[in-house]
């Protein structure tokens, strides 16, 4: 066996060879022979003094704190990589030992070796990858956080969103430097360390400003955007953005989870209270603006006085010019004939969707020969309004009646017009007219049309226990005071012409 002494360390070897005999046989009792067995005893050790040209022949017995004796030397080293370096060299020189538990200690030594870089992977990510040039290292590891972000609106440059990616990277028992994770780390540590000076708000700071959050330049600035990014946020967390027991439920999470401050998902959390506060912290919404109401002047010009309140409300918040029903209906296009038949026998009149199909003098009647006079859908209505205002970022269009649109409108301070089937009172009693009367139109179109079409203008909603509608508050044509109505009763009302008008932010 060929020993080398390794002149390179100071240490005192630590290491005892076991008293157990290095060959079977028995030894001669001479002097010679204790003078050659002490030198080998003495030349037996590992480390730090001998490294070893060849592999040893014959049976090795390692100290039973050799473990311990290598760790103690790696804890005196700084630096991480000359932890991990020492480690490595050493693996090399027991490797070199035949005896067959070394395969023990170097397993032991490889999971100290990961625990090692576990439990310091901040420090280990710096030491191996912030030499880099910073042109190599943005161009190398930005690209891995911007898909990150992508994928995870959590995503932050911030101390909280390092410790979630440690607690994801701490899972595997072997670190994957290859792994997208991992990359995204090292940008995010590299980014955090660049700028931490600048990055002081903690998700509790952050929240303590929810309140005023609507009133700052960066709502302002950046609600579009907020809101495009929106649905992503709320399919993430299968919110109903109109319930206060689903806000709390994320706002505590924020806490439990710490939530990055700057991450989009604090962002358009934040654009949820912004834009819905009213709803979550109220039971009914009502337009925060005095609604000036009439009843209507004609028969048959229900439209064109909901109309005339819709613009009306909308001019005063936007400081423009009012204006009258009768103003209105000069402005919708118009034919003044009734219903007839034609060659085939078949009901002929014209469409509502396209102009007045009236005249407001004339009237409704089962009777076909008394049926002189219908009324004007959604689109019509919505050239006069466009016609009338112009209002920056806000745009008037025809929607069907849906529970979330109406609650979206009040809540932006916008009223809602729909058509709706009202009571017909014959003998004395009221009832509903649930048959359509059919018609061609010149374009051979057919219209349903319903004895008794009307219009209302909502402006105001109760919001149940289960955060839905459960009446709504409006206006109509018979009435210059605000009236009630329970909800689902509204909706099978409007059910037959499925339209309404609003106003929507753009």
């Known amino acids: 066996m060929k020993v080398k002494l390794n002149t390179n360390t100071t240490k005192k070897c630590n290491f005892e060879c076991a008293q157990s005999k290095y060959y079977s046989g028995k030894y001669e009792k001479s002097s010679l022979f204790k003078k050659i067995t002490s030198i080998l005893i003495f030349f037996c050790f590992l480390f730090p003094i001998f490294s070893y040209s060849t592999s040893f022949a014959e049976p090795f017995y390692f100290h039973p704190k050799l473990m311990q004796q290598i760790k103690d030397i790696t804890n005196e080293k700084v630096k ?21 538990s070394k395969k023990l200690i170097i397993r032991d030594i490889q999971a100290y070796k990961k625990d090692i870089i576990k439990n310091n992977l901040a420090h280990y990510t710096a030491e191996k990858y912030f030499t880099w040039s910073q042109a190599e290292f943005i161009k190398e590891f930005k690209p891995y956080y911007t898909g990150m972000k992508n994928l995870d609106i959590k995503a932050d440059i911030h101390p909280n969103y390092i410790t979630k990616l440690e607690n994801e990277i701490s899972k595997y028992i072997e670190l994957n430097e290859n792994s997208i994770t991992y990359k995204t780390y090292i940008y995010v540590l590299f980014a955090y360390t660049k700028n931490k000076d600048l990055i002081r708000s903690t998700t509790e700071s952050k929240l303590n400003t929810l309140e005023n959050f609507s009133n700052t330049q960066e709502y302002s ?13 709320n399919t993430l967390e299968n919110v109903n953005i109109f319930s206060k027991d689903d806000f709390n439920r994320i706002y505590n999470n924020i806490i439990k989870e710490k939530i990055s401050p700057e991450s989009d998902y604090m962002r358009w959390f934040f654009y949820w209270y912004a834009t819905y506060k009213k709803i979550l912290g109220n039971s009914t919404l009502t337009l925060n603006t005095n609604f000036w109401h009439s009843k209507q002047l004609y028969t048959l010009s229900c439209e064109a006085n909901s109309t005339k309140d819709f613009i009306n409300y909308l001019s ?48 409704q009647s089962t009777n076909i020969n008394n049926f002189t006079g219908y009324w004007v859908y959604a689109e019509p209505i919505i050239k006069v309004i466009n016609e009338k205002i112009s209002i920056k970022n806000l745009e008037i269009k025809k929607s069907t009646f849906d529970e979330q649109t109406i609650i979206e409108s009040i809540n932006s301070g916008h009223p809602v017009v729909f058509w709706y089937l009202s009571q017909v009172k014959k003998w004395k009693t009221y009832w509903y007219n649930t048959q359509p009367i059919n018609w061609k139109t010149p374009e051979w179109n057919i219209v349903a049309g ?51 008008i609003v106003a929507v932010e753009k």
């Open 221 to 233: 600035l950046n609600k579009n955007y907020y809101k495009s990014k929106f649905d992503k946020f």
């Open 316 to 363: 005063i918040k936007n400081w423009l010019n009012l204006v009258s029903e009768n103003e209105v209906l000069s402005m919708l296009p118009s034919y003044t004939w009734w219903l007839t038949k034609n060659k085939s026998n078949e009901l002929v009149w014209y469409d509502p969707s396209k102009i007045f199909v009236w005249n407001v003098e004339w009237k």
């Open 450 to 500: 319903y004895i008794w079409e009307h219009t209302w203008i909502i402006t105001g909603i109760d919001i149940s226990k289960a955060w839905a509608i459960e009446n709504i508050y409006y206006y109509e044509w018979k009435s210059d005071k605000i009236q009630k109505m329970n909800f689902a009763l509204a909706k099978g009302l409007a059910w037959f012409f499925n339209q309404m």
């Open 80 to 100: 991480i990589l000359d932890k991990l370096n020492y480690l490595d060299e050493t693996i090399e020189k027991i490797s070199l030992v035949n005896n067959s």
